[in-house]
Nanobody, 120 residues
Framework: VQLQASGGGLVQAGGSLRLSCVVS????????MGWYRQAPGNQREMVAT???????NFGYSVKDRFTVSRDNAKRLVALEMNALKPEDTAVYFC???????????????WGQGTLVTVSS
């Protein structure tokens, strides 16, 4: 199972960016997908998650600025980030809970991380 993220980069404060992540491999189903981030010196924190049925959850600091969506057919999760702030600067990791073919329990997988830098 592989998670391939894209869309990071440099943006000015107040701008927008869109991250996307595609899950591939020998997969039976994908349950929860989402995004986490880690800034230098900080612990990894949850940004946004979305269940297969569409239920979402957001970190307090990004609520009302970020949206998360998924395309189940494409096994894709996207994060739309608006009104970006310098404190949003971090490496963003996509995450997915995947049930592989022939298995019954989901396992958590991580993407390689994509850097988002917000300049003031």
């Amino acid at each position: 199972v592989q998670l391939q993220a894209s869309g990071g980069g440099l943006v000015q404060a107040g701008g927008s960016l869109r991250l996307s992540c595609v899950v591939s491999g020998d997969i039976y189903s994908v349950d929860e997908m989402g995004w986490y981030r880690q800034a230098p010196g900080n612990q990894r924190e949850m940004v946004a998650t979305i269940r297969s049925g569409g239920l979402t959850n957001f970190g307090y600091s990004v609520k009302d600025r970020f949206t998360v969506s998924r395309d189940n057919a494409k096994r894709l999760v996207a994060l739309e980030m608006n009104a970006l702030k310098p404190e949003d600067t971090a490496v963003y990791f996509c995450n997915a809970h995947v049930i592989r073919r022939g298995y019954y329990a989901p396992r958590e997988y991580w993407g390689q991380g994509t850097l988002v830098t917000v300049s003031s």
